[in-house]
């Protein structure tokens, strides 16, 4: 987590926003001790619509060989 100045932040205010959005935390201190921090605020995930994944899982073709048989055959295929 980067620290940055209280000052500091009030100058770059914008620029840090920015770095916060990509993923980054920041520590704003005050004569050197902690603060605040500034986090992204987590985004709400879309609900699931389960009729929707039922039919996508029902449109799949089923697989011809069991997955024993399946990861057998890879592991087996890639020896030199």
Do not use: N, W
């Amino acid at each position: 987590m980067r620290s940055v100045a209280l000052a500091e932040a009030k100058a770059q205010l914008s620029a840090l926003v920015d770095a916060v959005e990509a993923g980054e935390s920041i520590c704003i201190t005050r004569h050197g001790k902690p603060v605040a921090r500034l986090t992204a605020i987590e985004k709400p995930q879309k609900p699931l619509d389960v009729e929707k994944l039922r039919a996508f899982t029902r449109s799949q073709p089923m697989q011809d060989e069991d997955a024993g048989t399946f990861m057998r055959r890879l592991r087996d295929d890639a020896r030199y």
